[in-house]
DNA sequence: AAGTGAACCTGAAGGC
DNA sequence: TGCCTTCAGGTTCACT
């Protein structure tokens, strides 16, 4: 489920009880992810300080006092919980108590001497952590062809433009491609198409001028993709407060899109007639309307 | 080279 | 009830 939103959301309900704590114990429940766990993964997390907790695109980014950061991926179904002795529900009756696909248990000692538990949770097991040094982490091969960051100065036009023309792919394609624009994903391309009004189906180079420049339409686009992506980690960051107050656990939280998954309804655009549908491109689910994006 | 589709894996939901 | 098919917010690999 997680594009960059409930990345940045997982991160922020994440970074309060994981920096600065020490990994007294790092249990690993099967050998494997999406790629096998290194063979030192153990030694090399085990009795380190979580120095920092950052992303980069869909990748949350854990640095270690011994120089090595863990790039984790949540795939499609990957999720974290948190377990604190001050939180609601009682710590040491869960201890110990797994759920189905319970992958990875950070143990953990804050620095004010209180335990805590993170746990990952991955049911298709399309997530996972790969070790590396900090000081090579630009040319992992995970991270070094990833495009700009959808949400900061980086994206503009012109960016846009450069990396847009001559593109024969659908606007679709061209905006779920990581070395583009990084950490969108299959509903906020949906959405910010359709807040620009532009068709998924069009080719991506029709949103640059001959002289290189962006059309009206790409600097929308832009804006849009800005304001869905800011808009949705400031709805998943209320909605993690309330869910952590509850159980503790950090994951998804619920949306309401106005295309995404809104086959046969209405469309919402103002005096748009038009009714929602689902389309496939690339083998994905696209929905949108035919009547407002032209 | 770029673009499309299949594969990876489990679970939920809908049709019969 | 159960069985079958389809689909899922991601990425990578193999093909045209």
Not at 269 to 289: A, E, H, L, N, W
Request: hydrophobic share 40%; aromatic share 6%.
């Amino acid at each position: 489920m997680p594009e960059l939103p409930e990345v940045e959301t997982v991160r922020r309900g994440l970074a309060p009880v994981m920096e600065d704590a020490v990994v007294e114990e790092l249990v690993l429940n099967r050998p494997n992810l999406r790629f096998p766990f290194a063979d030192n993964f153990h030694e090399l997390v085990e009795g380190q300080r979580i120095t920092s907790l950052g992303r980069r695109a869909k990748y949350l980014l854990m640095d270690l006092s011994n120089g090595q950061v863990i790039i984790m991926h949540l795939g499609m179904s990957g999720s974290f919980r948190t377990l604190d002795e001050k939180a609601p529900g009682n710590f040491h009756h869960e201890r110990g108590k797994l759920e189905a696909h319970d992958h990875v248990i950070f143990h953990l000692r804050r620095p004010d001497g209180e335990q805590a538990q993170v746990i990952y949770n991955d049911p298709r097991r399309f997530g996972f952590m790969l070790m590396t040094p900090r000081a090579e982490l630009d040319q992992h091969k995970m991270i070094r062809d990833l495009g700009v960051e959808p949400v900061g100065n980086a994206l503009d036009g012109d960016h846009l433009a450069q990396k847009f023309a001559n593109k024969a792919a659908p606007l679709k394609a061209a905006l779920l491609d990581q070395s583009i624009i990084a950490g969108l994903g299959n509903i906020y391309v949906c959405e910010a198409l359709w807040r620009t009004g532009l068709s998924p189906k069009r080719k991506a180079r029709t949103l640059v001028l001959k002289s290189g420049k962006p059309t009206a339409r790409a600097l929308a686009l832009v804006d849009n993709v800005k304001d869905v992506i800011n808009e949705a980690i400031a709805a998943g960051g209320s909605s993690l407060r309330d869910h952590t107050q509850t159980d503790g656990s950090l994951g998804y939280f619920q949306h309401s899109f106005a295309v995404y998954d809104q086959e046969g309804n209405a469309c919402q655009k103002p005096d748009c007639i038009g009714t929602i549908r689902r389309i496939v491109q690339s083998g994905r689910s696209t929905f949108y309307c035919p009547s407002c994006q032209g």
